[in-house]
C-alpha cells in the first residue's frame, strides 16, 4: 500500500487571521468594532479587503475630511459633514436602505472621551450601534484609532481588536523588494547575502513605517546599506521605547554572566532558557519561557543578573517604573500599564525588567485606598503574564517578600521564583575577583583567603558577611584610601595594598547584622516557595542542587 505524504499546511500570517476574526465579526452582526492600530494605510487595506469580500460597501469619516468613499459612484455624492453627529446621520441613512455597509470612523477618540466632551457624541454612536443591532441593518461600524480607550456607555456595544504588527513573511518580503530596487540605483553598496536575514531578524517587532524609516535613512547616511545598519533598526526599537514615557531603555554594553559572582543555580537557569530564543530552538518546539521572580537579600546581585542575562542573551533590555504607571487620571493608570506591554511586545524578543516589583502592588490582606486603581492595573499585569506568547522574558526583582500578593507566586506567572542570600565564601571570593579586576588590580597581588575572611565571618562573626553591593563599596572606598595615601607620599608607585583593605572594612557595618531578623525571616519564606540561587557547599555533592525545602535538578 502507498502512502503519500502530504505537507504540512502553510500556518495563516498575521493578517490573514485578523482578516478572519475581522470577517467573523462583521458576519456576526457585531455592531461596534474598534481597531487599535498605529498603521492606518496598512490596516485599511485589510479592512477593505475584507469588506469586499463580503460585498460591503464602505463608506469613510474624518474630522478634517468628512465623509468619503471608494466607489466612483459615491465619490460623486456630495457628502460635507466633518461634524460626526451629522456624519452618524448619514450612516443610518444608509444603513436603512438595508444595502451591506461597512461605516469607518478614523480616529473618534477624542469625540468620545475626556470630561469636556459633549455627551452628544458618545449618545448618538450609542444609538446607532444599538440600531444595527436591534433593527437587522446589515451594516457594521468600525472605530480605527491608535487609543482602545473608550467611554462607558459604549464598552458592551464594542469589541477591540488589535491590529497585529508585519510578520517575518511580510517583512521578509518588504526588504527584498527594499534591497531589489537599491540594486538598480547607481553608486549604491549593498553587503552580502546574509544581510536580508539580519535586517529581518532585527525589524521584527516594528511598524513598517518604522522599517521603512529606518532602512531608508541608513541609505542615505552612507549610500550603502550594510551589517553596520542593523544598529539603525534597533535604533527604532529604542525610539518606541522612549515615546512610552514609561519605559527606559538600559544599555548592557560590556556585560556577561560571568560579571555575576556566584549565583551558579540560577546562571545555569537562564543559560538552558537562552535557546528558546532561537532558531533552532523555536523549530525544536521549544515555547517562549515567560520568566522568572528573583527575591532575597538586598545587595546579593539581582539587579545585575537581569542587566547580565540580556546582555548575555543578546536581547534588548526595557526597565518597567511601577510608579510612572500610575496616574491621577481615571483610568490612566490601566491605560499606562497597556501601553507599557504593547512597548515590549512590540520590540519583542526583549527582557522586561520590573526592579522591587512589590512596590507597585497592592499590598495582600491590606486596605486599598485608591478607588481600585491599583487592583485593576494589577489584574491587567497578572492576565498578560499568565495569557502572554510574546518572547517577552520578564525579570522581576523584589527585596521586601511580604509585600508580594499571593496570586503572583501562583505557578504559571513566572516559570521558576528563586531566592537569592548573602553570598557564601566561594562566591565571595569571585565577587572580590571581579571588582579588583573591575578597577584594573591584578588579584594575583592580593591575599584573597584573608579578604575572604575580612568580608565575613573572621571580621564580623557568626553568620554576618558582607553582600556583593557591599563588597564593591569597600574596593571603591580602599581605592581612594590608597589614593589619598599616594598624594601624601613621594613614591609615586605606591597602589592600592591589603592595607588599605583592611583599614576600610574596619568601618563597614554590614547589612545582614542590621537585618539579621529579617533575612531570618527572608530564608525561612524561601524554604517553602523559592529555589536557591546559590549551590550551598554542603549540598553540592548530592549533585542535586538544594535550598531549603526545594531543590532544581541541574
Known amino acids: 500500500m502507498n502512502v503519500t505524504e502530504t505537507a504540512p499546511a502553510k500556518e495563516p500570517s498575521a493578517a490573514q487571521r485578523f482578516g478572519e476574526k475581522l470577517s467573523q465579526l462583521i458576519r456576526a452582526r457585531h455592531p461596534l468594532i474598534q481597531i487599535a492600530t498605529f498603521e492606518e494605510d496598512?490596516?485599511?487595506?485589510?479592512?477593505?479587503?475584507?469588506?469586499?469580500?463580503?460585498?460591503?460597501?464602505v463608506l469613510f469619516w474624518s474630522a478634517s475630511r468628512g465623509l468619503f468613499g471608494l466607489d466612483k459612484a459615491q465619490q460623486k455624492e456630495h457628502f460635507v459633514p466633518t461634524d460626526m453627529v451629522a456624519a452618524l446621520e448619514q450612516f443610518e441613512k444608509k444603513a436603512q436602505s438595508r444595502q451591506?455597509?461597512?461605516?469607518?470612523?478614523?480616529?473618534?477618540?477624542?469625540?468620545?472621551?475626556?470630561?469636556?466632551?459633549?455627551?452628544?457624541?458618545?449618545?448618538?454612536?450609542?444609538?446607532?450601534?444599538?440600531?444595527?443591532?436591534?433593527?437587522?441593518?446589515?451594516?457594521?461600524?468600525?472605530?480605527?484609532?491608535?487609543?482602545?480607550?473608550?467611554?462607558?456607555?459604549?464598552?458592551?456595544?464594542?469589541?477591540?481588536?488589535?491590529?497585529?504588527?508585519p510578520d517575518r513573511e511580510e517583512i521578509e518580503r518588504f526588504v527584498t523588494e527594499f534591497i531589489?530596487?537599491?540594486?538598480?540605483?547607481?553608486?549604491?553598496?549593498?553587503?552580502?547575502?546574509?544581510?536580508?536575514?539580519?535586517?529581518v531578524n532585527?525589524?521584527?517587532?516594528?511598524?513598517?513605517?518604522?522599517?521603512?524609516?529606518?532602512?531608508?535613512?541608513?541609505?542615505v547616511d552612507d549610500l550603502?546599506?550594510?551589517?553596520?545598519?542593523?544598529?539603525?533598526?534597533?535604533?527604532?526599537?529604542?525610539?518606541i521605547i522612549r515615546k512610552?514615557?514609561?519605559?527606559?531603555?538600559?544599555?548592557?554594553?560590556?556585560?556577561?554572566?560571568?560579571?555575576?559572582?556566584?549565583?551558579?543555580?540560577?546562571?545555569?537557569?537562564l543559560q538552558l532558557r537562552e535557546a528558546a530564543f532561537s532558531e533552532a530552538?523555536?523549530?525544536?518546539?521549544?515555547?517562549?519561557?515567560?520568566?522568572?521572580?528573583?527575591?532575597?537579600?538586598?545587595?546579593?546581585?539581582?539587579?545585575?543578573?537581569?542587566?547580565?542575562?540580556?546582555?548575555?542573551?543578546?536581547?534588548?533590555?526595557?526597565?518597567?517604573?511601577?510608579?510612572?504607571?500610575?496616574?491621577?487620571?481615571v483610568g490612566s493608570s490601566e491605560e499606562h500599564m497597556r501601553e507599557a506591554i504593547h512597548?515590549?511586545?512590540?520590540?519583542?524578543?526583549?527582557?522586561?525588567?520590573?526592579?522591587?516589583?512589590?512596590?507597585?502592588?497592592?499590598?495582600?490582606?491590606?486596605?486599598?485606598?485608591?478607588s481600585g486603581v491599583s487592583l485593576r492595573v494589577f489584574g491587567t499585569f497578572l492576565t498578560w503574564l499568565q495569557e502572554k506568547t510574546s518572547p517577552v522574558f520578564v525579570f522581576a526583582t523584589a527585596n521586601e517578600i511580604d509585600l508580594l500578593p499571593p496570586e503572583i507566586l501562583r505557578k504559571g506567572r513566572f516559570d521558576e521564583v528563586f531566592f537569592v542570600d548573602l553570598p557564601t565564601d566561594e562566591e565571595r571570593r569571585q565577587i572580590i575577583d571581579i571588582h579588583l579586576r573591575r578597577v584594573g588590580r591584578d588579584p594575583a597581588r592580593f591575599d584573597i583567603d584573608e579578604l575572604v575572611g575580612l568580608s565575613g565571618a573572621v571580621q564580623f562573626g557568626g553568620d554576618v558577611v558582607l553582600s556583593g553591593a557591599e563588597i564593591e563599596s569597600w574596593i571603591n572606598e580602599s581605592l581612594i584610601h590608597s589614593f589619598y595615601r599616594r598624594k601624601g607620599d613621594d613614591d609615586r608607585t605606591t597602589d592600592l595594598a591589603m592595607e588599605d583593605l583592611r583599614k576600610v572594612v574596619n568601618r563597614i557595618v554590614p547589612l545582614a547584622k542590621l537585618r539579621q531578623e529579617e533575612i531570618a525571616t527572608m530564608r525561612s519564606w524561601a524554604n517553602q516557595h523559592a529555589i536557591g540561587a546559590s549551590a550551598r557547599p554542603q549540598e553540592s555533592q548530592t549533585g542535586s542542587l538544594v535550598v531549603g525545602g526545594r531543590s532544581l535538578d541541574l
Open 343 to 370: 512597548a515590549c511586545e512590540a520590540i519583542a524578543p526583549c527582557v522586561l525588567w520590573i526592579d522591587e516589583i512589590e512596590k507597585g502592588l497592592p499590598r495582600p490582606g491590606r486596605y486599598v485606598g485608591d
Open 180 to 199: 531589489a530596487k537599491l540594486k538598480n540605483a547607481p553608486g549604491l553598496k549593498i553587503g552580502n547575502h546574509n544581510l536580508k536575514d539580519a535586517l
Open 281 to 329: 530552538g523555536r523549530a525544536y518546539g521549544i515555547q517562549n519561557p515567560k520568566g522568572a521572580l528573583v527575591t532575597g537579600v538586598p545587595g546579593c546581585g539581582k539587579s545585575l543578573t537581569a542587566r547580565c542575562v540580556s546582555a548575555a542573551w543578546n536581547l534588548p533590555l526595557v526597565r518597567l517604573d511601577m510608579g510612572k504607571v500610575y496616574s491621577s487620571l
Open 244 to 269: 512610552s514615557g514609561i519605559l527606559e531603555f538600559c544599555d548592557t554594553r560590556d556585560m556577561t554572566l560571568e560579571s555575576i559572582g556566584g549565583l551558579d543555580v540560577l546562571k545555569k537557569w
Open 100 to 165: 451591506p455597509h461597512l461605516f469607518i470612523l478614523l480616529d473618534p477618540a477624542p469625540y468620545l472621551t475626556g470630561r469636556s466632551t459633549d455627551p452628544i457624541y458618545r449618545r448618538r454612536l450609542r444609538d446607532f450601534a444599538i440600531n444595527i443591532r436591534t433593527k437587522g441593518y446589515h451594516s457594521n461600524c468600525i472605530l480605527l484609532s491608535p487609543s482602545i480607550e473608550l467611554p462607558l456607555e459604549l464598552e458592551k456595544e464594542t469589541t477591540i481588536v488589535d491590529f497585529p504588527l
Open 224 to 239: 550603502a546599506l550594510d551589517h553596520n545598519d542593523i544598529g539603525r533598526v534597533f535604533g527604532q526599537k529604542q525610539q
Open 202 to 219: 532585527a525589524a521584527l517587532g516594528l511598524t513598517m513605517i518604522e522599517i521603512e524609516g529606518a532602512l531608508a535613512s541608513a541609505v
Open 42 to 57: 496598512r490596516a485599511l487595506r485589510e479592512i477593505v479587503h475584507v469588506a469586499r469580500s463580503l460585498g460591503k460597501s
